[in-house]
C-alpha cells in the first residue's frame, strides 16, 4: 500500500486536489491517501463551498493556520504540517498550485525525507514581485516528481537543471475539474438569478496585492471596471482582501451605488463557472481564470504584465493588458469589435485525463 498524504489549503487548490483524490481512489488496494487542509482559506465562501460543490471528502486533518504575514503563514503551516508527518509518515506528499501552503508543505516534508510530488510545476512569471513565483521556485527545486501542464512548464525545468527523469507533462488538473462540470455548470441559475443574458455582461476578479493593495491603483482599476459597466453589466464577486482594501480605500459607497455593476460575495464553483461561460468577456488577475476561460472559449484580460501561463495566450483567448487604464480600456473595445473567442485552441492534453496521468506514474515509479 502506497501512503499518500495531499495538501490543499487555498481556493484555487480545491480544485485541483479534487481529480488527484479520485483518481487514487480508483485503486483502493494500492493507494491510501489522506488529504490535509490547511486552513489558509478558512471562510465558507472561500473553503467550505468547494468541497461540497466538488464532491471532495471531508479533510483528514485541518491545520487551521488561518491569515497572517507569508513568514507567520508559511511558518505556521510548516509547524503544524511536520507534526503530523512525524506522527504519521507518508509515503509520498502531493502538493498543487503556488501558494504558501504548497512552499510550506513541500520543504517541511523533503527536510523530513519524504518525497514530493508537485502538480502544475515548471510555470514561471518570471516576476519575483509575485509571491506565487517564489513559492513556485522553490518547491519546484524540493520536488521529486513534477508534473506540468505544458511543454513550457517542462522545458522551464529543463532549463533550471532539473533532471528529464522528475519532469511529466501530464497536462492540467484543473481542467480535468471543469470539464467534468461543464455540464451541471451549463444548467446552473446564476445568469437568470442576476437578471442577465448569454454574452451580455462581462465578469471580473480582482485579487493580487499588485493591483489591489496600492489605493491609487485599485481606484483607477476600479474606474476601468465602472467605465465598463455603462456599456454593460459587471458582475464582480470580490475576494475578501479586495473587500478590505476597497473599504480601506474609501471606495465603498462609490461602488455600491451603481446600478449595473453587480458586486457580489466570493462564489462557489458551479454558479461562478456558470457565469464565466456564458460571459462576453473576462478581466482578471486571477491565474487559474486565464486557463479555464481558454477552455471555454471566452476572450479574457489578464490585468497583469506577465503571466506564468502563456499558453493561454499563444493558444488561448488571453491577452495581457497591464494595470495601465488605458491599455485595459483598448482591451475591451478590441474584444467587442473583434474577439468572440471563436478563434481559441485547446492546449494539448487539457483533455480531463492528467489526473489519471498522474496517478500512472506515481503508480509505476512507487509500487513495488
Ligand atoms: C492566496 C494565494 C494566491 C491565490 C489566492 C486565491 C498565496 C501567497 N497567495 O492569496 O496565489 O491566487 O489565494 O484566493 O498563497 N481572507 C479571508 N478569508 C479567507 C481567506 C483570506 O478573509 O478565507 C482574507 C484575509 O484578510 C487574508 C487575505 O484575505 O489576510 C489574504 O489571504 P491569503 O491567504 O493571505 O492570500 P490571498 O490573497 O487569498
Not at 500500500?1 to 483524490?21: C, D, L, Q, Y
Not at 481512489?25 to 489558509?40: A, K, M, N, S, Y
Not at 527536510?111 to 513556485?136: F, Q, T, W, Y
Not at 470539464?179 to 451580455?200: F, N, Q, T, V, Y
Request: aromatic fraction near 4%; include cysteine; hydrophobic fraction near 40%.
Amino acid at each position: 500500500m502506497i501512503r499518500v498524504t495531499i495538501v490543499a489549503g487555498a481556493r484555487p487548490n480545491f480544485m485541483k486536489v479534487a481529480p488527484v483524490i479520485e483518481a487514487l481512489d480508483r485503486h483502493p488496494g494500492i493507494f491510501r491517501h489522506r488529504l490535509v487542509h490547511t486552513g489558509q482559506h478558512y471562510d465558507e465562501a472561500m473553503s467550505r463551498s468547494f468541497f461540497d460543490a466538488l464532491g471532495l471528502p471531508k479533510p483528514d486533518v485541518d491545520l487551521g493556520i488561518g491569515s497572517g504575514s507569508h513568514a507567520e503563514q508559511t511558518g505556521r503551516v510548516m509547524m503544524e504540517f511536520e507534526k503530523l508527518l512525524l506522527e504519521d509518515r507518508p509515503d509520498l506528499v502531493i502538493v498543487v498550485g503556488d501558494v504558501n501552503s504548497t512552499l510550506a508543505c513541500a520543504l517541511t516534508a523533503r527536510k523530513l525525507g519524504i518525497p514530493v510530488a508537485h502538480v502544475e510545476a515548471g510555470l514561471r512569471s518570471r516576476d519575483m514581485e509575485m509571491p506565487e513565483e517564489i513559492n513556485r521556485l522553490c518547491t519546484d527545486v524540493l520536488c521529486d516528481y513534477l508534473f506540468t501542464t505544458d511543454e513550457t512548464a517542462s522545458e522551464n525545468l529543463r532549463r533550471e537543471g532539473v533532471d528529464e527523469s522528475k519532469i511529466f507533462f501530464v497536462g492540467n488538473v484543473m481542467i480535468d475539474t471543469l470539464l467534468k462540470h461543464r455540464e451541471i455548470a451549463s444548467r446552473d441559475d446564476a445568469l437568470r438569478k442576476l437578471d442577465l443574458s448569454p454574452k451580455g455582461y462581462a465578469a471580473v476578479t480582482l485579487h493580487r496585492p499588485s493591483n489591489v493593495d496600492d489605493p491609487a491603483r485599485l481606484r483607477a482599476l476600479i474606474g476601468v471596471v465602472l467605465e465598463l459597466a455603462r456599456t454593460m453589466p459587471v458582475v464582480f464577486p470580490v475576494h475578501p482582501r479586495t473587500r478590505a482594501r476597497i473599504e480601506h480605500a474609501g471606495l465603498a459607497e462609490q461602488l455600491e451605488s451603481r446600478g449595473s455593476l453587480i458586486l457580489l460575495e466570493p462564489m462557489s464553483y458551479i454558479p461562478f463557472l456558470n457565469l464565466v461561460m456564458h460571459a462576453r468577456m473576462v478581466l482578471t488577475d486571477s491565474g487559474g481564470l486565464q486557463e479555464e476561460t481558454t477552455v471555454l472559449g471566452v476572450p479574457c484580460l489578464t490585468i497583469r504584465d506577465n503571466t506564468e501561463r502563456p499558453i493561454t495566450c499563444t493558444q488561448g483567448t488571453n491577452r495581457l493588458v497591464g494595470n495601465d487604464p488605458e491599455k485595459i480600456k483598448a482591451g475591451i473595445d478590441d474584444i467587442l469589435l473583434h474577439d468572440d473567442g471563436a478563434e481559441s485552441m485547446i492546449p494539448e492534453k487539457w483533455d480531463g485525463s492528467a489526473a489519471k496521468r498522474i496517478v500512472d506514474v506515481l503508480m509505476e515509479r512507487l509500487s513495488g
